[in-house]
């Protein structure tokens, strides 16, 4: 079996969210160095606030400050920090109820080692030197020895609410197309197009997945098909993409190659937009170094009769 | 409460399983899943054209790619159009799906599939994409740290210690011994700390792999199968989204979901327990009321092989595997979802009187 083609993939997004009023309140407050909570009906006060009860699902908004010190109620000791997460040295997550909450709030503890962290102690939150309305503005906890830190009075009102954040995301993966269509982009870098025959229908898919969607079986056997086809249908694009260097409008179709039961799809060129036709016979026009068609022209055939690919439209 | 009979009887009728591998280059997902497909399909007799309702699940984040689920859709025939669904989730809630289908008379056979190829991407990345996007996921807490967590407030509470930890981790890889599809067989290593109290060998294997499941309703699961798990009851429950807002060292919505599904009526022998990570065995075990009479994970459990978003249905498919084969006459399968058992499914099945 040839190589199976594999290549990094990057899936990045800055995932823009707007808050309600509880969030607005709380972030806006760690802007502020001010913690918040919300009071439920029966007197627990959640940190982090939520919009609604987790028991009792009754809309929440009344804020309290809470302490910036707190316990620890469970912890775990990261000795490889991974990226993103709030420290690059060894640290312990922690889950801490602050003083004045009656629930945990995940975040990092900055401590030298496992053995100087335990549940039960007490801890302080270390502010992040700038801070823009979000969890991160809390740089982390640190082990503190002593009561309960003071309150700044806090009403949870603030000037410049912060009404959103932005959470960057980034996952990074090894993409692999798997057999079926690695060979078709193996071959497309001989400038050859090859399918796959369906064992049962014996149909060719053009590009291969490896599987029939009629039969539901595997497909195997190679089959090269074109290089000319058939354009089956097409549309005129009139709106000029981001970093794509084709003048508007242009031609994108549908084209059955010679051989192939399924039509894939490419730009039409070397023909004035407006006399492209259904079944205009087309061929592949390579550019150096391209690992793929940059896009059809016509051959100069007589025009497919629609009878030969209306199955494939 | 007792929970009310189903208006039909619904049995997984057939089950089938990839090998799971750390990597699968070679496969795309729908050729890794196609031989499973087939395997269901050949031990029921059954044609894809014959199924009443499809019903997948899987994540697009495992490999990355947006709709990877509609490819898969090639392994089923899914052409001419096919009555299908699909879950965001473990595929035990497609088999949820399914099974109300079922109920509902509009259909008396379901295929229920799910796959997940995690060697793409770092899982414990991400994973950290399901929580929540404004006070957790900025953090990047993964998926082990939050169970090391989960484990330290076990430890906290008296309920178990580090040698119990391991002695549950050793116990899923010697009974995987006998399951060919496991991906860790055998004594493993207790290894080095993952994130402290969790070693490698109390956390699951990443790998890829996938599974399929039939139902059918009534005497057509009698046709299809000599001795069907009847599903007895099948329920799902969800906690709070707020680790600090849950009791980390007992699981409420276990135990809702397994009496909602008639779990405590009377014993079970065996339960398929998706514990990914040892620590949750011992969470469950409390809160589903297993004593030592119990017999386990005898698959291994996903200690032994934990292909994400198919290893719940793999419990519910290794729970029925052994009432077909007579090894079992009442079993207990459970799914989870989401940190630290955000959400649990629980199902009980039955083969008939011997």
Known sequence: MPEVLKAPLVVEFPFTRSLGPVQSAFLTGLRERVVLGVKTGDGRTLVPPVEYDPVTSEELGELVEVAATGTVTTWAWNHEPRRGQPLGTPFAWVLVKLDGSDTGLLHALDAPGPEAVHTGMRVRVRWAEERSGAITDIACFEPYEGGSAELTGSDGRFEEMVTGIVAPARLDYTYSPGRAQSGYINALSDRRAVGERCPSCRKVYVPPRGACPTCGVATSEQVEVGPRGTLTTYCIVNIKAKNLDIEVPYVYGHIALDGADLALHGRIGGIPYDQVRMGLRVEPVWTDGGRYPDHYRPTGEPDADYDTYKELV | ?354
């Open chain 2, 1 to 354: 409460m007792p929970a009310s009979r189903p208006l039909r009887d619904i049995a997984v009728v057939a089950f089938a399983q990839t090998d799971h591998l750390r990597t699968t280059d070679e496969l795309s997902e729908v050729e890794m899943l196609m031989p499973v497909l087939h395997q269901v399909l050949d031990r029921t007799g059954l044609k894809t054209s014959d199924i009443g309702f499809t019903c997948s699940g899987s994540s697009d984040y495992l490999a990355g790619r947006a709709f990877s689920f509609t490819m898969a859709l090639d392994g089923v025939g899914a052409w001419p159009p096919i009555s299908e669904s699909h879950v965001e989730m473990d595929g035990a809630w497609a088999l949820y799906e399914a099974w109300t289908k079922l109920l509902t008379g509009e259909a008396d056979t379901a295929l229920v599939y799910a796959y997940g190829k995690s060697s793409p991407g770092s899982v414990r990345d991400v994973l950290t994409r399901q929580l929540d996007p404004y006070y957790v996921a900025p953090l990047w807490p993964d998926s082990v740290a939050l169970a090391a967590l989960q484990a330290q407030a076990l430890i906290d509470a008296g309920d178990t210690d580090e040698p119990a930890l391991a002695a549950v981790a050793t116990r899923s890889r010697v009974s995987a011994a006998d399951n060919s599809h496991a991906q860790l067989r055998g004594s493993v290593p207790r290894g080095d700390y993952a994130v402290r109290p969790l070693r490698t060998g109390d956390c699951p294997p990443i790998g890829d792999g996938a599974a399929a499941v039939i139902l059918a309703a009534g005497e057509r699961a009698r046709d299809l199968c000599e001795r069907p798990a009847w599903i007895r009851g099948i329920d799902h429950r969800i906690e709070a989204h707020g680790l600090g807002v849950r009791d980390l060292t007992d699981s409420p919505s276990s135990r809702l979901a397994a009496e909602r599904a008639g779990a405590f009526e009377r014993p079970v022998d065996t339960a398929e327990l998706h514990a990914s990570f040892s620590s949750q065995e011992v969470v469950l075990r409390k809160a589903l009321r297993l004593d030592d009479s119990v017999d386990v994970n005898p698959s291994g459990g996903p200690l032994a092989a934990n292909p994400i978003m198919a290893a719940g249905l793999i419990r519910i498919g290794e729970a029925a595997a052994r009432i077909h084969r007579g090894d079992s006459d009442r079993a207990l399968a459970h799914a989870t979802s989401g940190p630290c058992l955000q959400q649990n499914l629980v199902a009980v099945l039955e083969g008939d009187p011997r």
